[in-house]
């Protein structure tokens, strides 16, 4: 079976598709300054992009590992905006991990696995 890279740098391909499935790259704000509602929108809208990109919508993710830098100052923050943004009906399975990101700056980052 064929795979499928998008959007290819060196380290790494923004979308993968194989077998009917899409992985995206983890993502992250363009704007390291927003707050946590403001980073999570701008995630989530590239989740959105990328997802169409590749031929499908958020209406088929499958997964989403959250990487939330603190999860007592911006968890609530977070959901707020994800949980908006979960299609009616059709909430992925999900992961919700504090890590340490790589840049202090960056409040949260997401991986999105989904079907096509």
Not at 50 to 55: K, N, P, R, S, V
Not at 61 to 72: E, N
Not at 87 to 112: N, S
């Amino acid at each position: 079976m064929s795979i499928q890279r998008l959007r290819t740098e060196k380290r790494f391909s923004e979308i993968v598709i194989h077998n009917g499935t899409v992985y995206l790259a983890g993502q992250l704000a363009e704007n390291y300054d927003g707050d946590i509602v403001q980073q999570t929108q701008e995630i989530l809208a590239s989740v959105d992009q990328f997802l169409a990109e590749a031929g499908t919508d958020k209406s088929k993710v499958l997964s989403v590992t959250v990487y939330v830098k603190d999860m007592a100052a911006h968890y609530a923050g977070m959901n707020s905006v994800y949980d908006a943004w979960v299609a009616e009906g059709c909430a992925p399975a999900r992961a919700c991990v504090e890590a340490k990101l790589y840049d202090p700056r960056v409040l949260v980052e997401m991986t999105v696995i989904a079907a096509l």
